[in-house]
């Protein structure tokens, strides 16, 4: 089993920035790659970004640019820096992992982007 627990979310202007972060814990050997998600009211969950074993990392079009995965080298922890936010990230964000075929999940935590 692996643990994920998000945090760094929260009411940002548009324009700012926030980094997320996600803890791992539990059987953390031969974890795979990792992503973030996020959800918005009313929408289907949809990738964010990803980054595999060999730190190759993968982006929405959406925050290409903007938005940058990363990790510790003991993939303990994943971060989200989040830039030039923008209302329309407005959502809940979800750390995912896979290890050996499964896939864990966060709780998730809330960004707001409004003025």
């Known amino acids: 089993q692996v643990q994920l627990v998000e945090s760094g979310g929260g009411l940002v202007q548009p324009g700012g920035s926030l980094r997320l972060s996600c803890a791992a814990s539990?059987?953390?050997?031969?974890?795979?790659?990792m992503g973030w998600y996020r959800q918005a009211p009313g929408e289907r969950r949809e990738l964010v970004a990803t980054i595999d074993t060999d730190d190759i990392t993968n982006y929405a079009d959406s925050v290409k640019g903007r938005f940058t995965i990363s990790r510790t080298n003991d993939k303990n922890t994943m971060y989200l820096q989040m830039n030039s936010l923008k209302p329309e990230d407005t959502a809940v964000y979800y750390c995912n992992a896979e290890r050996r075929g499964s896939w864990y999940w966060g709780q998730g935590t809330q960004v707001t982007v409004s003025s």
């Open positions: 539990g059987n953390i050997f031969s974890i795979n790659t």
